[in-house]
């Protein structure tokens, strides 16, 4: 979109043009990285609160990946997911320095960089599982990202996305208010099909979806029924 400015314009117009553009990225950018440099604070208390989701979430990714695989985890955060995961050679990336810092701290035996995946140098593959775990609604360009860590993928490798269903979004927001969620940025909201069209757009093939964890809060035999048989 930034091509109007050949149309008619100097030369040195365009330039500077551009220049400005990416200053303005450059400033959103660092803007974006201070926030969740903030929100890594206070990550782990969350992370507590919320702890039956998050170990749904451990145990239903683990089914997903074989032991003696190697992982890539890209948003992990501070690290739990990837620690879970038994067997696994695992590198997680983070766009936030403070939230890598914390997981390293957390989990010091784990691999764990700063990258943003949408711009950064990613790291070598190959490897054979890559999981977007709760983070593809944070990402400026959704389709950029699954792109780039295509080539990294493994001849038989899978990528694996989770993510909230749009329906909970006003609890979520309630719960953010109340401090018992993470108080994230405001992200994209994806239906399932929005992701699905999303990974085809991006070179792949879906062969699993589903709605597998209905119930994210522990309620005693509700939950167990809801996630293990509906």
Not at 6 to 25: L, M, Y
């Amino acid at each position: 979109m930034m091509s109007t400015s050949s149309v008619g314009a100097p030369a040195g117009q365009g330039t500077q043009q551009w220049s400005e553009f990416e200053r303005r990225e450059l400033d959103r950018r660092r803007s974006r990285v201070a926030i969740y440099d903030a929100i890594a604070e206070g990550r782990a208390r969350w992370v507590e609160q919320n702890r039956y989701y998050a170990q749904e979430l451990c145990r239903l990714i683990g089914t997903m990946v074989l032991p003696g695989s190697r992982v890539l985890e890209v948003g992990c955060g501070l690290g739990d997911l990837l620690a879970s995961l038994p067997g696994v050679t695992g590198l997680g990336v983070d766009i936030s320095p403070r939230m890598i810092e914390l997981a390293k701290e957390r989990h010091p035996s784990l691999d764990l960089q700063v990258c943003d995946v949408e711009r950064d140098p990613l790291p070598e593959g190959p490897f054979d599982a890559i999981v977007f775990s709760d983070v593809v609604g944070h990402l400026d360009d959704i389709e950029r990202a699954l792109t780039r860590v295509r080539p990294l993928l493994a001849p038989s490798g899978r990528i694996i996305v989770t993510y909230y269903n749009f329906v909970w979004e006003p609890v979520l927001k309630v719960a953010e208010r109340l401090g018992r969620k993470t108080p994230w940025p405001d992200q994209n909201w994806l239906s399932m099909d929005d992701i699905e069209n999303l990974l085809y757009l991006s070179g792949y093939q879906v062969v699993r979806r589903g709605t597998d964890i209905l119930l994210p809060a522990s309620v005693p035999v509700v939950s167990e029924l809801a996630n293990r048989v509906a």
